[in-house]
T-cell receptor, first 116, second 113 residues
Framework: SAVISQKPSRDICQRGTSLTIQCQVD?????MFWYRQQPGQSLTLIATANQGSEATYESGFVIDKFPISRPNLTFSTLTVSNMSPEDSSIYLC?????????????FGPGTRLTVT | AQSVSQHNHHVILSEAASLELGCNYSYGGTVNLFWYVQYPGQHLQLLLKYFSGDPLVKGIKGFEAEFIKSKFSFNLRKPSVQWSDTAEYFCAVKGAGANNLFFGTGTRLTVIP
């Protein structure tokens, strides 16, 4: 298993500003993922972040809006840029871990973002 | 396109009642299937998973799920629910060898003591 922490746990931000969310894992992992859970909706994958390479974004998400860093095997950041109220969501970090494939995904506690 | 459908948005049961939550998926290939649970104020936790082999899988806290390939279903069951099972339950599917987890919209379970 993997234990994941996120910072901040919640924030209230003004439109037009940016917020960087941090994700820390207690073990080295290859695959890290960022999800969004909008109010009343399910989780949607934003991007996959591998150490040493550019993040891979899902349809509807772009690097300019959600830049991601992955400097090492235990840490990643997601920035929500130029925020609008539509970005109000819970943002979750996830990692793939296990002793052998197929692997399970473990989730962090999430960051609840409110944009005013 | 891949998709996951959870038919029940909110289920209310009395303690000791039996539970079955529906999950159907659309995916053109071999799949890995998961049920996650989110207790109030807590983060998502893996309840059980199916990768291959016996289609009836058992998870934590007495939950089980059955993979029926012909019906593209992976329904979650528990013979007798407890108040502590009150939570949101998410079905998820991933293509074998793929990275993306596709989630259903979730089912909120409320168990009345």
């Amino acid at each position: 298993s993997a234990v994941i922490s996120q910072k901040p746990s919640r924030d209230i931000c003004q439109r037009g500003t940016s917020l960087t969310i941090q994700c820390q894992v207690d073990s080295q992992v290859t695959m890290m993922f960022w999800y969004r859970q909008q109010p009343g909706q399910s989780l949607t994958l934003i991007a996959t972040a591998n150490q040493g390479s550019e993040a891979t974004y899902e349809s509807g998400f772009v690097i300019d809006k959600f830049p991601i860093s992955r400097p090492n095997l235990t840490f990643s950041t997601l920035t929500v840029s130029n925020m609008s109220p539509e970005d109000s969501s819970i943002y979750l970090c996830s990692v793939e871990a296990g002793t052998a494939g197929p692997y399970e995904q473990y989730f962090g506690p999430g960051t609840r973002l409110t944009v005013t | 396109a891949q998709s996951v459908s959870q038919h029940n948005h909110h289920v209310i049961l009395s303690e000791a009642a039996s539970l079955e939550l529906g999950c159907n998926y659309s995916y053109g290939g071999t799949v890995n299937l998961f049920w996650y649970v989110q207790y109030p104020g807590q983060h998502l936790q893996l309840l059980l998973k199916y990768f291959s082999g016996d289609p009836l899988v058992k998870g934590i806290k007495g939950f089980e799920a059955e993979f029926i390939k012909s019906k593209f279903s992976f329904n979650l069951r528990k013979p007798s629910v407890q108040w502590s099972d009150t939570a949101e339950y998410f079905c998820a599917v991933k293509g074998a060898g793929a990275n993306n987890l596709f989630f259903g919209t979730g089912t909120r379970l409320t168990v009345i003591p």
